[in-house]
């Protein structure tokens, strides 16, 4: 363990170079890794990392590495770790560094948030940041605590710089086109998002290694609870952009379920290299076969909007298939539709219909006045008919990012806030609201 000079307690931010010095508390997912990917200039090459040790930190100091070593674009990281039974201790004795990175097991996650925040620490979270009904009341009083000593809290949503997922936020939000977002029913939903996740995958040209925990919904959480966190974010701050959300007024739960994926022990095995179920997964085994509850679909209401969120997760994704995202959002005027299936070779696209009731010609006009607006900012969109009432919003793929960038993004933003000391209210209350609508989902599917 490589020791250094005990470095002063958070404090203001100005912008300049170095002053966020890191510190990343028991990494145990890969996010907390990419995070680093890219070197920052505000960011202290120099980074605090405190964890309990094993396989999942010795995974993370390899990422690290590696980004250190390449060719292109190297890191220069310079780790000071910390590993013992007290490593959680130890870091709020030491308060070395400002900003808490947490990507890891998510049962230990909000009250890592709680304790940091109160330690006085920036905390920059990966999700889910909460994964039941006991964790989100304890994220709220980190929530109230972080106001009281003027810090930041802040959940790492990569979908939001997803281009698609940015321009379908343009589009829903152009009333020339859209209109306004229906209200619709609970058997037909105005919003209805679906991700599909994979166990088995690769990230960066390896094979993801997940640890055994990933499999207990105990201590990963449910889809419902977990993934679903993404679209119910990408619907607040798509369909209700800037509008604070408060989850004891505009929100209200309609239903609700859940059920499990089933993995074999060669399945399980190929996924975490470990050669037998733990112990703990026991309770989850059906006649040898584990069952994961990786499936969850859940309708609620937003200021009387009616949205339907459903979260899935395969063990391995089809022949040049991936982790895929459909969405459709419904409006007076339009709809607004993602796609991302085997008809679209796995590539994601975005899709805009009209409505019956606008002619063809009022489409047509919006459409060439909405793609011309938005060129300003995004030169590389075009159009393209693909029937009557039908457009493909064409995004060349080289003009996209990778999942792996968006972290990047996240970050950059979340240190803006830190300077600037600017972060709008509805991203806390409308956090705030997602984790109430993902935890109070989650209790209604298992009372069911």
């Known amino acids: 363990m490589q020791q250094d000079r005990k470095e002063p307690a958070p404090g203001i931010f100005t912008g300049k170079e170095g002053e966020i010095k890191l510190v990343v508390l028991d990494p145990g997912h890969f996010h907390a890794s990419l995070l680093q990917k890219f070197p920052q ?106 106001r009281t000593r003027n810090v930041y809290l802040y959940d790492v949503m990569t979908e939001r710089y997803d281009i698609l997922n940015t321009l379908t936020r343009e589009l829903v939000n152009n009333v020339e086109l859209f209109g306004e977002l229906q209200e619709g029913t609970p058997e037909s939903p105005s919003v209805k998002m679906e991700s599909v996740h994979h ?28 993934v679903a966190t993404h679209m119910v974010d990408l619907i607040n701050w798509q369909c209700f952009p800037d509008e604070v959300i408060d989850y004891r007024q505009d929100v209200k739960l309609l239903s609700a379920s859940h059920w499990p994926t089933t993995l074999t022990l060669d399945q399980f095995c190929r996924s975490t290299g470990l050669d037998a179920f733990p112990n703990f997964l026991g309770k989850y085994l059906n006649r040898s076969l584990l069952e994961v509850y990786g499936n969850g679909k859940f309708n609620y209401q937003v200021k009387g909007k009616n949205i339907e969120v459903c979260a899935l997760w395969n063990y391995e994704a089809p022949k040049g298939g991936g982790d895929t995202y459909s969405a459709v959002i419904k409006g007076t005027k339009a709809t607004i539709e993602i796609v991302q299936n085997q008809e679209e070779k796995y590539v994601k696209q975005l899709y805009v219909e009209k409505e019956p009731s606008v002619t063809s010609e009022e489409f047509d006009r919006s459409i060439a006045g909405t793609v011309k607006q938005l060129q300003r900012s995004y030169p590389y969109i075009s159009a393209k008919r693909v029937s009557d009432s039908r457009y493909r919003i064409e995004v060349p793929v080289e003009s996209r990012k990778g999942h792996e960038d968006y972290f990047g993004y996240v970050a950059q933003k979340f240190f803006g806030y830190l300077v600037n000391r600017d972060m709008p209210e509805w991203e806390i209350s409308n956090t705030i609201a997602k984790y109430y609508i993902t935890t109070q989902s989650l209790e209604m599917a298992r009372n069911r």
Do not use: C, H
């Not at 202290?44 to 990392?49: I, K, R």
């Not at 166990?199 to 977990?226: C, H, M, N, T």
């Open 41 to 146: 200039k505000q960011v202290n090459d120099t980074v605090f990392v405190y964890a309990p040790g094993g396989s999942e930190l010795d995974q993370y100091l390899a990422s690290i590495e590696g980004y250190n070593s390449r060719s292109e674009n190297p890191t220069a990281w310079i780790g000071i770790v910390y590993s013992g039974k007290d490593y959680l201790e130890k870091m709020i004795k030491e308060r070395r560094g400002n900003v808490v990175i947490l990507a890891g097991n998510n049962l230990k996650k909000t009250d890592y948030i709680y304790q940091s925040i109160n330690a006085g620490y920036d905390v920059l979270s990966d999700k889910p940041m909460a994964i039941n009904s006991e964790n989100f009341r304890l994220l709220e009083s980190a929530y109230d605590s972080a």
């Open 199 to 226: 166990y088995y995958k690769e990230v960066s040209g390896s094979v993801l290694v997940r640890p055994a925990w990933f499999y207990d919904v105990e201590q990963q959480g449910e889809a419902i609870v977990d």
